[in-house]
């Protein structure tokens, strides 16, 4: 993966999560689907990374995720990585500035691999895409969780930027997501997700998170 990265690229790091099965064909879920965990919306991220990237084209996105939470379910070389690709490509996005990482299963996993590459690669401009409601354990993550001390660094630095979809959406398209985003995020199934992001934030400060 990191042969094809120039130090002088900004890399968009799309952090993966759940899938679902929609007629035989595997895609990121809506803000009305999830994982075991509830509701995601990881589709947005797609989207997100998709109008960042046409903002500023050139830039290099890695689609993260191995086949996570279904491992058993997946068929051969499905991941969500993969899935992640094929949509970024479907809205536009070329398929040479588009790398995958398919190793990681969770988020601890997808930092890891993050981690590992800035240790081959002194990138100069990395920005970790993921919803909002999930950006705050990611943060907790790096600033807490062994085997993280780059990221840590450099996020002390600034030289790494957390953007939620939900911002970008909202700044690139306006009319289209404001009033969903608002509304989904008022909503009992959105309250309960975050719910268990805020014990998962306490439990990873306490050190009794299980992060593998």
């Known amino acids: 993966m990191a042969e094809r990265i120039k130090q002088d690229k900004t890399v968009i790091f799309l952090m993966g999560g759940?899938?679902?099965?929609?007629?035989?064909?595997?895609?990121?879920t809506n803000y009305d689907e999830g994982d075991n965990f509830g509701v995601s919306?990881?589709?947005?991220?797609?989207?997100?990374?998709?109008?960042?990237?046409?903002?500023?084209?050139?830039?290099?996105?890695?689609?993260?995720?191995?086949?996570?939470?279904?491992?058993?379910?997946?068929?051969?070389?499905?991941?969500?990585?993969?899935v992640i690709k094929d949509e970024l490509i479907k809205i536009g996005i070329p398929a040479k500035n588009i790398i995958k990482e398919e190793k990681s299963g969770n988020t601890y996993q997808q930092l890891k691999e993050l981690n590992k590459l800035l240790k081959k690669r002194n990138l100069k401009n990395i920005i970790i895409i993921s919803n909002k409601y999930h950006l705050s354990r990611v943060k907790t993550m790096i600033k807490y969780a062994g085997g993280l001390r780059l990221l840590k660094k450099r996020l002390v630095l600034s030289r790494i930027k957390m953007k939620s979809a939900e911002s970008l959406v909202i700044k690139y398209e306006p009319r289209l997501w404001r009033k969903i985003i608002n509304d989904v995020y008022k909503s009992e199934a959105m309250k309960k997700r975050i719910k268990l992001e805020r014990q998962g934030i306490k439990q990873i400060k306490k050190g009794v998170y299980r992060l593998i």
């Open 18 to 28: 759940g899938l679902v099965n929609d007629a035989g064909v595997w895609r990121t």
């Open 41 to 82: 919306g990881d589709r947005l991220r797609v989207i997100a990374a998709g109008l960042l990237y046409k903002d500023k084209p050139g830039q290099l996105i890695i689609a993260s995720g191995g086949k996570g939470q279904l491992k058993n379910i997946l068929p051969g070389k499905i991941t969500v990585a993969s």
